[in-house]
């Protein structure tokens, strides 16, 4: 079966840095997506990693390591409008290369 | 260039109706998924189409359905509709549903009374 896993809520501070955990258990593994998701919105992509290292992206960075099924998104500099759900997802072989989506994590950002 | 484009945007049924929801994928992009996200909750995969066929089904009933069209745009069909049928329904579209990232439309909430 497919599962992952993150955290359900995080709170930090504008211009901090925060890490958002995620675990996966999955066959057919083919890349992990991170989506950012602000309310009533649709997701929009933030990176994708499908060999283990991280891969920077201006103020977002993500972290894979495929042996220990884990990944993370780093946000640097946090401004409010980073207040948002952050969705990890796995490319399976199995869906036909589309997703299995974690609950998410909703992150707030606070002046 | 205009992204992934669905509609309605919102829509209201009452239990056992059906409703369709239609999705035009972004320019030159063959490939197109629907997935449903319950409130709360990520969203889960339920199609994929490419060049008019079925690539993948996720684990919904057969209720459930959905086609592509000669143009790359899809419908998803829901039948005998039930209270836990409400959801926001996002499509997303890729170029030819491989190796690239999927990009999401903005969804059709849909109510069910």
């Known amino acids: 079966g497919q599962n992952i896993d993150q955290p359900t809520e995080m709170t930090a501070t504008e211009g901090a840095i925060v890490q958002i955990n995620c675990t996966y258990q999955?066959?057919?593994?083919?890349?992990l997506f991170w989506y950012q998701q602000h309310a009533g919105e649709a997701p929009t992509f933030l990176s994708y990693?499908?060999?283990?290292g991280l891969e920077e992206k201006g103020r977002f960075s993500s972290f894979l390591s495929r042996s220990k099924g884990y990944s993370y998104l780093l946000l640097k500099e946090l401004q409010m409008k980073d207040s948002a759900s952050y969705l990890c997802?796995?490319?399976?072989?199995?869906?036909?290369?589309?997703?299995?989506f974690g609950p998410g994590t909703r992150l707030s950002v606070l002046p | 260039d205009a992204g992934v484009t669905q509609s309605p945007t919102h829509l209201i049924k009452t239990r056992g109706q059906h409703v369709t929801l239609r999705c035009s994928p972004i320019?030159?992009?063959?490939?197109v998924s629907w997935y449903q996200q319950v409130l709360g909750q990520g969203p889960q995969f339920i199609f994929q189409?490419?060049?008019?066929?079925?690539?993948g089904r996720g684990n919904f009933p057969d209720r459930f359905s959905a086609r592509q069209f000669p143009n790359y745009s899809s419908e998803l069909n829901v039948n005998a509709l039930l209270l836990g049928d409400s959801a926001l329904y996002l499509c997303?579209?890729?170029?030819?549903?491989?190796?690239?990232?999927?990009?999401f439309g903005p969804g059709t909430r849909l109510l069910v009374l």
């Open positions: 997802a796995v490319r399976s072989h199995n869906y036909g290369q589309n997703f299995v």
């Open positions: 320019s030159g992009h063959k490939s």
């Open positions: 189409y490419y060049e008019k066929e079925e690539r």
């Open positions: 999955t066959s057919g593994f083919n890349g």
């Open positions: 990693n499908v060999l283990d």
């Open positions: 997303a579209s890729s170029l030819r549903g491989n190796q690239e990232t999927q990009y």
